[in-house]
């Protein structure tokens, strides 16, 4: 080889290496940048939606085609507007997200055996009545695309609904979910977990199935603090995990509580004695709004893998990873990555470490 030729082949390498080392780290956090569109919410009047509940429909503005449906599912008691972070950074993705809000008695009153009853009349609504009403929606949703998310009794919810196969669900991003506990017992709460690998079950009678025994996959974000009265050991994010499929994503963040995931707009005496008795951590080494962030960067990542799958989206998958490995020091855990071949300092899934040395080689 000449000594100008193997100049310029040293100078390509050189080259290729400096831009695979770069890369990743200029865009680490591109899931938690937030998305391209601007949003409007439409808040429809009770009698607007079924069964009377407030409904939230939070959508991408302009005339840019439909997206995916994501059903989100608030936590015993909270209201749909502690979960804007979260929603918002989703939803500027390109995602329509739909948040109900029932009465403070129905839960106990009727459980969730009732509740998962609401979402097919939601969605008819959804499809022939809410574009009517509301025109900017006219053809806004691709229904051929749905999801679920929800936050404690919230997770719950989301994965009775991803578990039953009536309306199709791709997949489910469970914050901090929560199964059983101790106000939530007999044939009114049947159990997610047992719904996951396909056994129908009260909540009285259940015992956390071991892992693996779920075909279904799912990503979670789980609070290292537990409180037997929030986020039961036995009925926790742990526990969900534990019944999923390994294809699934866990992420633990060791200093959150129950509550961390939610945040109210104003101050709010009720979120206040939730989250101290949901337990707490003054000293944590990580914010309520740190966690929030990462809950909803989460979300984007697993929605745009299972719905919007392509080279861009792995190349951002392991941006990501990257961007998961720098937070161990705010104490989060990746507790299981499941996207094979997909690891920090990899781009468009080539090991940039593998490219490094083959670039040195030439």
Wanted: charged fraction near 15%; glycine fraction near 8%; aromatic fraction near 10%.
């Amino acid at each position: 080889m000449t000594p100008v030729r193997r100049s310029h082949l040293h100078s390509a390498a050189f080259l290729l290496l400096c831009a695979a080392l770069t890369a990743p780290a200029v865009f680490a956090q591109d899931f938690g940048q937030p998305g391209q569109y601007s949003l409007e919410t439409y808040k429809p009047k009770k009698p607007s939606s079924p069964y009377g509940w407030k409904v939230d429909v939070t959508y991408p503005t302009g005339d840019s085609g439909s997206f995916p449906l994501i059903f989100m599912f608030n936590g015993m008691e909270c209201q749909a507007s502690w979960y804007k972070d979260i929603v918002d950074h989703v939803a500027s993705w390109g995602y329509v997200i739909v948040q109900y809000t029932m009465g403070p008695s129905y839960p106990f009153k009727f459980g969730e055996v009732k509740e998962v009853e609401y979402l097919t009349p939601l969605l008819r609504w959804l499809e022939k009545d809410a574009p009517v009403q509301e025109p900017k929606l006219a053809g806004k949703i691709d229904f051929s695309r749905k999801a679920v998310m929800g936050h404690s009794r919230g997770g719950k919810l989301a994965s009775l609904h991803y578990a039953n196969s009536t309306n199709n669900f791709t997949t489910a991003v469970l914050f901090d979910p929560v199964d059983c506990s101790r106000e939530a017992q007999g044939d009114t709460h049947p159990s997610a977990i047992a719904a996951l690998a396909g056994v129908n079950a009260a909540c009285d009678v259940i015992h956390p199935a071991p892992h693996g025994t779920s075909t279904l996959s799912a990503a979670i974000i789980g609070a290292g603090i537990t409180s037997g009265g929030c986020n039961p050991v036995e009925n926790n994010a742990d526990a969900f995990f534990g019944t999923l499929s390994t294809e699934s994503l866990y992420i633990k963040v060791k200093e959150a509580g129950h509550m961390t995931f939610a945040q109210p707009p104003t101050w709010s005496w009720f979120y206040s004695i939730y989250n101290n008795m949901c337990g707490s951590c003054s000293c944590s080494n990580i914010t309520s709004q740190e966690v929030i962030s990462e809950a909803r960067t989460m979300a984007v990542a697993w929605l745009e893998s299972k719905l919007r799958p392509s080279q861009d989206t792995t190349a951002h998958l392991a941006r990501y990873k990257e961007h998961l490995m720098t937070l161990t020091v705010k104490g989060v855990e990746t507790v299981h990555w499941p996207f094979e071949g997909v690891s920090a300092g990899s781009l468009l899934g080539t090991d940039v470490e593998v490219s490094a040395g083959a670039a040195a080689a030439v």
